[in-house]
């Protein structure tokens, strides 16, 4: 049951204009913190994208200020160590079925993407970002390393030393700064970000389809390689931060709204 006087929300939209679909995630309460639940709608949705055989580009965004400010830590927060590898299990089968899709992806990035929401930026064959953007990957300042595929994308997608230290610091860069990475690649006025991503979903889709998706799939081959295995080891290592002292310190501070203790490694 709903909480009382709430209207049942869909924490997941989804439109078509054309052969253009459009994915939302819409819980901009939480800035659209990704839940369990939120995590198995997104999973279905994405199925009935794949079966769309209309579709030949998708694009994803957030509703509100936030693209995705992360994995929910509230859910997070009291997992154990063999529930979290469940709950990092179950995100990479969301995201590698956004990453499956045979149609070209674009990540609209509007706003925050920290955690979780750079990790699914990341699922994105392309990434565009609004001026307001910003870009973290601050798992290590809860306790945990990040979960949804951040350590595995991350590395395939910008350089070595730029993704180390990303995820080492946990530090928050500006949407220049993702692009100079060469994380997105384009900056364009916030007011601008829909309509220069219908632009370039539309130049996509004009193109012949069987061609688009034949070159997708030629172009994932070398970043695919491995990675399923590497996603696994990732779960592992994921669960290994859970039931630390550490990781209930951090994320407890976050949820009762307190300032964190040092860290003391155990
Ligand atoms: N999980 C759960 N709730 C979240 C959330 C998250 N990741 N991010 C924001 N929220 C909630 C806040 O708790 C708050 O809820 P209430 O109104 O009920 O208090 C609401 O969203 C609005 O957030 P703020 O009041 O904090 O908004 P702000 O503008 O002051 O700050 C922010 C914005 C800097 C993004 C801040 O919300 C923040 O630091 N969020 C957490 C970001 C983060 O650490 N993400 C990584 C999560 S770990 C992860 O993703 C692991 C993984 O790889 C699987």
């Keep these: 049951m709903p909480p009382k006087g709430k209207a049942l929300q869909n ?5 078509k204009s054309g052969h253009i679909g459009i994915l939302t995630i819409n819980r901009p309460e939480a800035l ?8 198995d709608k997104l999973f279905e949705q994405i199925t009935v994208i794949a079966a769309d055989k209309e579709l030949r580009c998708l694009i994803m965004t957030g509703s509100g200020k936030a693209f995705v400010a992360g994995a929910d830590i509230g859910e997070m927060s009291g997992l154990s160590r063999e529930q979290s590898y469940q709950f990092g299990i179950k995100g990479h089968k969301t995201f590698c079925a956004i990453e499956a899709l045979d149609i070209p992806v674009i990540a609209a990035v509007n706003g925050y993407a920290l955690g979780g929401g750079c990790e699914l930026a990341l699922c994105a064959d392309i990434r565009i970002a609004s001026e307001r953007a910003k870009f973290a990957q601050p798992e290590v300042s809860l306790g945990i390393t990040p979960g949804f595929g951040g350590t595995q994308r991350l590395v395939r997608t910008i350089s070595q030393a730029n993704a180390m230290e990303m995820i080492m610091t946990g530090r928050t860069y500006s949407a220049q700064e993702a692009f100079e990475m060469g994380l997105v690649s384009r900056v ?30 030629a172009m994932r081959i070398k970043y695919d390689r491995f990675l399923h295995a590497d ?19 951090a994320m407890g501070a976050f949820v009762s709204k307190s300032p964190k203790s040092e860290f003391i490694g155990k």
Excluded: H, Y
Aim: net charge negative; proline share 3%.
């Design 11 to 15: 924490t997941i939209v989804f439109e």
């Design 32 to 39: 659209n913190a990704i839940n369990s639940d939120l995590l």
């Design 188 to 217: 364009v006025p916030g007011d601008a970000l829909m309509d220069e991503a219908m632009k370039l979903a539309s130049a996509i889709a004009a193109n012949a389809p069987v061609a688009v998706r034949a070159s997708k799939k």
């Design 231 to 249: 996603l696994e080891a990732e779960a592992r290592l994921f669960s290994s931060c859970f039931e630390t002292e550490d990781q209930r310190m």
